[in-house]
């Protein structure tokens, strides 16, 4: 394997006696050499100071083959020229890796049940490490804040490159942000966590290697969201800008060259409308145009790069311009390739993970599917490790139907507290999960700040039929016809048709929930439906009752506000008051307006973010949040249960994972980069 010494600022800062090979660190074992300033991970000098020492470089033998199978790629330099002068040196867990194989992944169908593998070659500014406590550098080398959280400067390092060789830098910040996360052309309404309590930042770039972020007022979480979000803060605009009308004057007659529209349709094409890191690419919405562009994806920093993507499935291969290296010098990442296949069919997932044809999953994966992975957990040479959730299983009633009368009946909070009371927690954990979750109300965070009163968590959980029927009472459902149902207060037929999806809860939950409702009078039936088919009716109103796993960690909460505004989550969360959501946005021109409490959470999540986690006034904020929250019951909780996470033991340097979550975005703390396959 060749080896070249990287030239660089921080090596001819050392000492000319410093030329020792460097020792190969690991978590496991240190070899003496001290920590850093960030667990597991050292900026070169550091490591290099450190380990006394100075690091020499290899990459992947098969570098110049799977560099070839990027179209659009041109020939592949030297490795000194592809690594950043500054590389992020990381330690992995338990063994310098060796390169090459095939990640086999299993995601539910294009954009439904992908994050867990999207985060596998994740990348952003910074992330969280597997403590998930402490934010360490990632694409960014280091980062400030000034005094009150108004202004946040990062360092990017210098030499880092796209996978397509071009170089990386500041001005790909403020063009992801300028350019699309405020253009309304690419996406109809900016994100929450690009604005302040409503209102954009501006970008600042006084060199290419620094970006500054000033916020119109503090936003402390905004860090964390760039920790823990799978939107990245940049994009490249030598790339995506030259579709751009605003940015090049020949974008459209280029796009129309190549049989688009114009440009921003290529733009569309590449990007997607939506912050969304997942929508398919030019070879699967543009398979007849794509040979006409100048390359099937866009250009990443992430650690592979797809080459094939269509209905079926993608398969990816490792970005040789990736700005990670081991402690041996060796860059990163291991794993060659990636290939990623799509079924929707519950069962066929589960066996396909026994017959051991998948190296890593977690997503979609529910408790009660547990045991059937444990038979063949010894036959299949592969382990499943049970952690806990961050997220709560939920039901919401959908308080702006397009059912005049249905709105009524969801938006009385009786009918709320009935539904709650009705449920029969205790037999749900028991029966759906072993008896190994939390009967627990939703209230937002996770796990609960201590500015919580604990009595939320079970505010409205006791088992109490008789209370549901009195309150069903109270609101003028009768069963009129005597079918043992329970009517509308108008007379109308009512049956809550509940549909969910696997990837959101465990079916065993939802069926016994609806068996639960059904014995207070209110008909309930239960229809299992794919994941694109349930966001798609929450989406246009359709649904009666949303049911998914919610709830943040407070540090989220801090950037992103989602959970508390209408429709309580993103498209891919559990939702409810669409026409609230559409009021809110409209500034009130249409949608139907929202009662006070819901615009009291808007203004308070909006002050919560201003304010420093653990001050007086932040708690306070924060308790206020959550009793508007639960004593309004929007959301309903059920059980908070552990989930499966299934690696074949072939996969190495896979560590024990803190959760079973999305909310820090699955594998991104657990650095998925310095996995390798043992075969």
Not at 55 to 66: D, I, K, V, W
Not at 210 to 223: A, D, E, Q, R, Y
Not at 385 to 414: A, H, Q, Y
């Amino acid at each position: 394997m060749k080896r070249i010494i990287i030239p660089s600022i921080a090596l001819a800062a050392l000492s000319t006696s410093v030329f020792a090979a460097c020792p190969q660190v690991t978590v496991d074992n240190a070899m003496g050499v001290p920590a850093g300033a960030y667990p597991q991970q050292y900026e070169l000098a550091e490591f290099q100071s450190a380990a006394n020492c100075t690091l020499t470089f290899s990459g992947n033998p098969a570098a110049e083959a799977l560099n070839g199978r990027i179209r659009g790629n041109p020939a592949l330099p030297s490795l000194a020229q592809r690594i950043p002068q500054e590389p992020l040196v990381v330690a992995p867990y338990s063994a310098i890796g060796k390169y090459g194989g095939t990640l086999d992944v299993l995601s539910n169908a294009t954009e439904a049940g992908t994050s867990d593998f999207l985060s596998v070659r994740h990348v952003n500014l910074v992330r969280y490490s597997d403590d998930l406590q402490t934010i360490v550098p990632n694409i960014a080398k280091s980062w400030s804040w000034n005094d009150d959280f108004t202004q946040l400067t990062f360092k990017l390092r210098k030499g880092h490159k796209w996978s397509d060789g071009a170089p990386f830098s500041s001005a790909d910040v403020k063009y992801w942000y300028d350019n699309l996360a405020l253009n309304s052309n690419v996406i109809a309404k900016p994100k929450d966590y690009v604005l302040v309590a409503g209102k954009p930042m501006t970008v600042d770039t006084p060199d290419a290697q620094t970006v500054i972020f000033n916020l119109p007022s503090p936003k402390p979480g905004l860090l964390a969201h760039f920790a823990t979000s799978f939107a990245q803060g940049f994009q490249p605009k030598h790339f995506l800008g030259k579709w751009d009308p605003e940015l090049n004057a020949d974008a459209d007659k280029m796009a129309q060259a190549a049989g688009f529209e114009n440009g921003l349709a290529v733009l569309s094409a590449y990007f997607g409308n939506s912050d969304w890191t997942d929508t398919p690419s030019p070879l699967l919405n543009s398979p007849q145009k794509v040979a006409k562009l100048p390359a099937d994806v866009v250009p990443t920093l992430e650690s592979h790069i797809t080459v094939a993507d269509s209905t079926e499935g993608r398969h990816l291969v490792a970005n040789p311009y990736f700005h990670m290296v081991d402690t041996a010098g060796k860059q990163l990442p291991y794993i060659s390739e990636q290939d990623e296949i799509y079924i929707n069919e519950n069962e066929v997932r589960l066996l396909k993970l026994v017959n051991s044809e998948v190296d890593y999953k977690s997503q979609s994966l529910q408790l009660p599917s547990v045991p059937q992975l444990l038979d063949g957990r010894e036959k299949g040479d592969y382990s499943i490790d049970l952690r806990p959730e961050i997220t709560l299983s939920s039901f919401g009633f959908n308080v702006t139907s397009e059912n005049p009368e249905k709105r009524k009946v969801f938006g009385d909070l009786r009918f709320r507290q009935a539904m709650s009371v009705a449920i029969n927690r205790d037999e749900v954990n028991e029966v759906a999960f072993f008896g190994m979750g939390n009967p627990a109300q939703y209230i937002g965070f996770s796990p609960a700040p201590s500015f919580v009163d604990a009595k939320w968590s079970k505010y409205k959980t006791e088992y109490d039929v008789k209370a549901a029927n009195a309150l069903l009472d109270q609101i003028g459902m009768k069963d009129i016809d005597g079918d043992k149902y329970r009517e509308l207060p108008n007379g109308e037929k009512l049956v809550l048709n509940i549909q969910y999806s696997t990837q959101g809860v465990a079916g065993q939950m939802v069926e016994l929930v609806a068996q639960h409702w059904s014995s207070v009078g209110v008909k309930t039936t239960v229809k299992e439906v794919t994941p694109d088919e349930y966001r798609s009716a929450q989406s246009s109103n359709q649904l009666d009752v949303v049911v998914w796993r919610k709830s943040q960690p407070i540090a989220i909460v801090l950037g992103n506000n989602e959970l508390w505004v209408p429709p309580f989550e993103n498209y891919f969360g559990g939702r409810v008051g669409m026409l609230w959501a559409e009021w809110v946005d409209s500034n009130g021109s249409s949608g139907v307006e929202p009662p006070a409490y819901v615009k009291e959470l808007i203004s308070d999540v909006n002050a919560f973010q201003s304010e420093s986690a653990g001050t007086a006034a932040s708690d306070a904020l924060g308790s206020k949040l959550v009793q508007n929250m639960v004593e309004n019951l929007l959301f309903i909780g059920v059980v908070q249960a552990p989930a499966p996470i299934y690696h074949r033991n072939a996969l190495k340097n896979f560590t024990d994972f803190k959760t079973h979550s999305y909310e820090y975005y699955r594998t991104y703390p657990y650095r998925a980069t310095q996995w390798f396959l043992e075969e």
